[in-house]
């Protein structure tokens, strides 16, 4: 498909064809910002970019999705608020320049089917995939989680969302048929397999993400003002990662009640991805999706980043047979949840949880059966 509307965009076969994934998290949310785990995987919905190199410092680029072009030069990278699409392009493409990377010119076109506003990082795809077209079209050495970094600098830094590292971590470096278990203090990860007859079923509640960003922002001020009243407490800690259950029961009462419950999901929610991270080695599905469940009910009660979409989706998926977890997935208020079904079950719960969502609410989900797949970098 891209390469066709490259072709017939700019009448030339393109000389790169790169494509970075979506992602589902299967349990560790909220935790990636506090230096936590998370445990995401890589999933078959991909952005994918077709480019070729110019003589020339000018940028040409078409987003088959908005259906718009625009150009820009790699001498002047300034944020483009009429063309909002392409400032993941623009930041990415200037952070390497300014590293020393030095650019040609491109026309490329990029697009693809990871739902947008529905919390499967379709902008870590796009930032992921624009970073990986520009070390294919340049022939750069680069190091994998360098291109993690930097994809994750033009999110934060020139189109301004506070996200934590797990998207574009695992947009570049998940595995097929395995999640990724990361440490988000050294960095360091691990692929596990997803094995078994289960499928990964995401449920889009078709609500857009409307506070999501405040919200996140609201909950990043929390958790930073926890660490410091833990801290004022005689407390040595730097992030929330260090605080164990134990200390939080002890040192609990130097927080406010709000902190306290902000504070308890995130280091619960680090226990129970270590703990999924062992019984998923151990092929214990029946354990994980308990864990997902209770993921789900600490976002919901203690976290407070559900909605009545999301929790009305996950309801129904615990009373289908064949669910063995569901919860809330990515940043929250609307998006997606995300399921582990037996696979035999897995057509059955789809249609289910599609016909009692339109009754509840009136409102339509889509639903993804996903395959766990390579990240843009997977070798
Ligand atoms: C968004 C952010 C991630 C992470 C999740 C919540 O997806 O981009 O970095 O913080 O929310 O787990």
Known sequence: MIVETFQKMFATPPEVVVRAPGRVNLIGEHTDYNEGFVLPAAIDRYIEFAGRRRADRTVRAHSS???DSVEFSLDDIAKDAAHRWSNYLRGVSKFLEADGHRLTGADVVFGGNVPREAGLSSSAAVEVGATAFWQRLMGLKLDPVYVVKLSRRAENEFVGVPCGIMDQFVSALGRREHALFLDCRDLSYRHV???????????????????????????????????????????????????????????????????????????????????????????????????????????????????????????????????????????????????????????AFAEAVRSGYQEALGLKAEIYVCQASDGALAT
């Open 65 to 67: 999705d908005f259906k």
């Open 193 to 347: 397999p997803v094995r078994g007859e289960v499928k990964i079923v995401v449920c889009n509640s078709g609500v857009r993400r409307a506070l999501a960003q405040s919200e996140y922002e609201v909950r990043l001020r929390q958790c930073r003002q926890a660490e410091a009243q833990l801290r004022s407490a005689g407390l040595a800690v730097n992030s929330l990662r260090d605080v164990d259950p134990v200390d939080l029961e002890t040192a609990g009462d130097a927080l406010t009640e709000i902190l306290r419950r902000r504070a308890r999901h995130v280091v619960t929610e680090n226990h129970r991805v270590l703990e999924a991270v062992r019984v998923l080695a151990e092929g214990d599905l029946e354990r994980f999706g308990e864990l997902m469940n209770a993921s789900h009910q600490s976002l919901r009660d203690d976290y407070e980043v559900s909605s009545k979409e999301l929790d009305t989706l996950v309801e129904l998926a615990w009373k289908q047979p064949g669910t063995l977890g569901a919860r809330m997935t990515g940043a929250g208020f609307g998006g997606c949840t995300v399921n582990l079904v037996r696979a035999d079950a897995a057509d």
